[in-house]
Structure formats: structure tokens, C-alpha cells
């Protein structure tokens, strides 16, 4: 067990529609990381958080949105979604803003039909 | 600029043998390196991590990597494959000094383990 913690684990929900996948950090850890994940394209970074902040953007597409409250959680809100979003979307934590590991949550798998 | 490089997409052992996958990297400086193993939906778990230290880092579940700067490279060994090692396996390199993207993952090398 990592100790980051993402809900739900699976959704399944139609184009066009709107989510919002949830994470929760490990204790004490400041930055917040997301990841998408897809058979084609592989481990793709979106976004980082630290301390509330945005510190970094990857690829992420303008139809997507996230942020880190003052008790360190971070959603990430998907809208307008494609067929192509289909994939598998990953939190990771870490201490500080540019040192030490990562440790991911188990994911939340996202399926649009 | 920071990239890594896993040079099989895939390796299949017998039970018992050695396991060896590979990760060359490239990095202006000395990088921080780092494995980790996923297996069928789940999260990402961290096997190892070098940060500059000994250049022979001792990971979890037996798993070790060598870093050697001359070869740019960072190859993943255990001694004797078990069943449960079976997974996706990436390579990642860190860059803490790039304000965007700060690690680097290779594309993967998926281990198939035979009984």
C-alpha cells in the first residue's frame, strides 16, 4: 500500500459527459502528480501540484482541469469527454516539489462509451 | 534534455533464470534513476531508486540495478525469475531542475515469467 488513495476506481460514462476523479496524497507528502495512461500513447504527465499550487503542465487537454485544496487532495475534472479518453488516470505523490520518489495510487480507470 | 530509453519491449524468462531489462539514459548532469513495477491493474510500485550514492542499488523482492555513467545505463537484474514477477516494468529518469515535466518514463518492458 502506497498510501495515496484515488476514487473510484472504475467509471464508465458516455461522450460529452463530465467527471471528476479524486486523490488523496500520502501523509505529509506536498506535491500532487497526475498521469494518464493508454495502450497507445503510454504514461503521459498532465499536471502538478505542489502545496495548493500548480507547478508544472504536461500534456494536458484544455477540456481537462485540476487542482489541490488546502488539505492537500487534488481532483481532476475531465469535461466533454471522447471516446479517446478512455484510459487509465494515476495520482502520485511525493514530499517535496523537485525531490524523492514517486508513489502512485492504484488508479482510476475510466472507460467512455 | 532527459529521456530514457528501454531497449525490449518484452522479455520472457523460465522460472529460475536470471532477468535482466534493460534501460539506457540520457541526461546533462548526474540524474536521479529510478525502476518501478506495475503490475496488471494496479498502481505503479517503486523496486528501486539510485540518487548518487553506491552505483549498485539493492531493490525489493531481490531486484537490483547497477548504475554505470560510462554506458549511460541502468539495467535491472534478479538472480532468479519467480512467477510473481511477472509485470510491466519502467525505467524512469529525474530531472528536478526542469519547471515542467520533471521525470521521465521509458515505454516499458513487459516480463513474462514461464513456469
Known amino acids: 500500500d502506497s498510501g495515496v488513495t484515488q476514487t473510484p476506481k472504475h467509471l464508465i460514462t458516455a461522450t460529452g459527459q463530465r467527471v471528476t476523479l479524486r486523490c488523496s496524497p500520502r501523509s505529509g507528502d506536498l506535491s500532487v502528480y497526475w498521469y494518464q495512461q493508454s495502450l497507445d500513447q503510454g504514461l503521459q504527465f498532465l499536471i502538478q501540484?505542489?502545496?495548493?499550487?500548480?507547478?508544472a503542465k504536461g500534456n494536458i487537454l484544455e477540456r481537462f482541469s485540476a487542482q489541490q485544496f488546502p488539505d492537500l487532495h487534488s481532483e481532476l475534472n475531465l469535461s466533454s469527454l471522447e471516446l479517446g479518453d478512455s484510459a487509465l488516470y494515476f495520482c502520485?505523490?511525493?514530499?517535496?516539489?523537485?525531490?524523492?520518489?514517486?508513489?502512485f495510487g492504484e488508479g482510476s480507470r475510466l472507460t467512455v462509451l | 534534455a532527459q529521456s530514457v530509453t528501454q531497449l525490449d519491449s518484452h522479455v520472457s524468462v523460465s522460472e529460475g533464470t536470471p532477468v535482466l531489462l534493460r534501460c539506457n539514459y540520457s541526461s546533462s548532469y548526474s540524474p536521479s534513476l529510478f525502476w518501478y513495477v506495475q503490475h496488471p491493474n494496479k498502481g505503479l510500485q517503486l523496486l528501486l531508486k539510485?540518487?548518487?550514492?553506491?552505483?549498485l542499488v539493492k531493490g525489493i523482492n531481490g531486484f537490483e540495478a547497477e548504475f554505470k555513467k560510462s554506458e549511460t545505463s541502468f539495467h535491472l537484474t534478479k538472480p532468479s525469475a519467480h512467477m510473481s514477477d511477472a509485470a510491466e516494468y519502467f525505467c524512469v529518469v529525474s530531472d528536478p531542475w526542469n519547471t515542467g515535466n520533471q521525470f521521465y518514463f521509458g515505454t516499458g518492458t513487459s516480463l513474462t515469467v514461464i513456469p
Open positions: 501540484y505542489y502545496n495548493g499550487e500548480e507547478r
Open positions: 539510485y540518487t548518487s550514492a553506491a552505483t
Open positions: 502520485a505523490s511525493r514530499q517535496g516539489s523537485n525531490t524523492g520518489e514517486l508513489f
